[in-house]
């Protein structure tokens, strides 16, 4: 079981209360191990093993193709008959190979045999002239002698995958050619770790959900909404535990059902300056703390750590716990930038790094040195094949209408400053990581 000693020596290095992302998300990193692996595998059927993790490496127990076969419509012959310094070659057509119907027999070295994509290749033949390239002639087809080189136009047995080989790697999440793959192999069923289990609450007495009345002061709850996609998304188990009202029993309440019922604790709102004394006193008493805030915009305070069920902590069942700030974008910047990441890993998927581009930037951006931020952008690629960004307009932490409106994070690193027109930023796409 991992202790918070060996990480204090990595937050020892920064200040806690304000820790470069990379460091964060690297602490994060090491308190986010994959569960034990035998109790949490299950075995699916294929069509409910998309977006799951592969428990195990899925060896090919067969050669893909499993036969030699033709590569385009044509005609096969042996690559033997190209080798005479004659400029066109004749060949007399022995018959058809279709897929799924085989031709019988083998041609002769003077014949070829009219064959379909797919079609297995006739005996002794190991070349495919593609028809276009060919006249008919009768009974017969000529090609000039350079039109096609011995082997060509033929997929080999195995060429996809070989049998007894990995076909697919433990902790890979299966996506849609996967999926087509482990059929392609025959597999009916998988073997996938468990979902793993995410509680998540809202807390604010300002809050109320939707189908409620909003009265002076009070306004709708969206941050369980964005939670539950983006969880979903992860295709983890989700617990939704409501709103939790700003009060220390209420939070020591359902962080404790929580902590029961999941393997990861969200929480949102409640850990800015004024609301957060009670969070921390409730997580030094259920657990422990690995940080407090992060030198990140938005999403400054984010509070890191773990919590048991237990009477005390280090008795009872265990479970992580981040505590991220209220406001709506921050609530997103920080579940991808720190959460999901943990997510996947704890879900026993390999680690995936979100896909970053150069981008030039169509505006000058303000920004300060000492913290890493994340604005929403809007990505564009030009004739050029260039991609430039621009800003969604107003950064601000609760306008979560940027977020709907953008396609990317810009992200602004740590140590840079104000950015000019035409400068490079990093973006990364929403696309493949919402
Ligand atoms: P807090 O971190 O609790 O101080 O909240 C910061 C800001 O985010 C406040 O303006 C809250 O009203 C707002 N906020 C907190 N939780 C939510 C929520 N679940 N949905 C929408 N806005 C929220
Ligand atoms: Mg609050």
Not at 352 to 363: D, G, L, W
Not at 398 to 421: K, T
């Amino acid at each position: 079981m991992t202790t918070l000693k060996p990480l204090s020596g990595c937050v020892a290095q920064y200040d806690p209360n304000a820790l470069p992302v990379e460091a964060a998300q690297e602490i994060v990193r090491q308190w986010a191990m994959p569960r034990g692996q035998a109790q949490q595998v299950e075995r699916v059927a294929l069509f409910d093993a998309l977006n799951r993790v592969l428990a195990a490496d899925v060896v090919s127990p067969i050669d893909v193709p499993a036969f030699d076969n033709s590569a385009m419509d044509g005609y096969a012959f042996s690559g033997a008959a190209l080798s005479s310094a004659a400029q066109s070659c004749t060949l007399a057509v022995a018959g058809a190979a279709l897929a799924g119907r085989p031709f019988e027999g083998r041609p002769a070295p003077s014949e070829c045999v009219r064959i379909m994509t797919g079609a297995l290749m006739p005996e002794g033949c190991d070349t495919v002239v593609p028809q276009e390239l060919v006249t008919r002639e009768g009974d017969a087809i000529r090609f000039p002698a350079d039109a096609v080189r011995a082997g060509q136009n033929r997929r080999l047995s195995g060429e996809d995958l070989a049998r007894g080989k990995p076909a697919l790697r433990a902790g890979r999440i299966v996506r849609a050619s996967d999926l087509g793959l482990l059929a392609s192999l025959g597999i009916a069923e998988v073997d996938v770790q468990k979902r793993l289990v995410v509680a998540f609450f809202s807390t604010g007495d300002e809050l109320r959900s939707v189908g409620e009345p909003l009265t002076p002061g009070t306004l709708y709850d969206s941050n369980r909404y964005t939670l539950f996609a983006m969880l979903r998304r992860l295709n983890v188990e989700t617990v939704d535990l409501g709103i939790v009202r700003d009060d220390r029993a209420s939070l020591e309440k359902a962080l404790r059902e929580a902590t029961v019922a999941a393997d990861v604790v969200i929480s949102s709102g409640g850990v800015s300056v004024g609301d957060a004394d009670f969070t921390r006193e409730l997580m030094n008493s259920l657990g422990d703390i690995a940080f407090w805030k992060i030198a990140m915009r938005p999403g400054r305070p984010l509070a890191f750590g773990r919590l048991w069920s237990g009477p005390r902590a280090g008795t009872g069942k265990l479970a992580l716990f981040f505590g991220l700030p209220g406001n709506p974008v921050a609530v997103m910047a920080t579940f991808y930038f720190i959460v999901r990441e943990a997510l996947l890993a704890m879900s026993g998927a390999a680690r995936q790094a979100p896909i970053v581009i150069r981008a030039r930037c169509s505006e000058p951006i303000r920004k300060r040195a000492g913290r890493t931020e994340f604005q929403r952008g809007i990505a564009t690629r030009d004739q050029a094949g260039q991609w430039t960004v621009a800003t969604t307009g107003p950064q601000g932490s609760g306008v979560l209408s940027s977020m709907s409106e953008a396609n990317c994070f810009i992200v602004l690193e740590h140590d840079r400053a104000d950015i000019d027109a035409g400068d490079e930023v990093n973006i990364v796409p929403f696309d493949g990581l919402i």
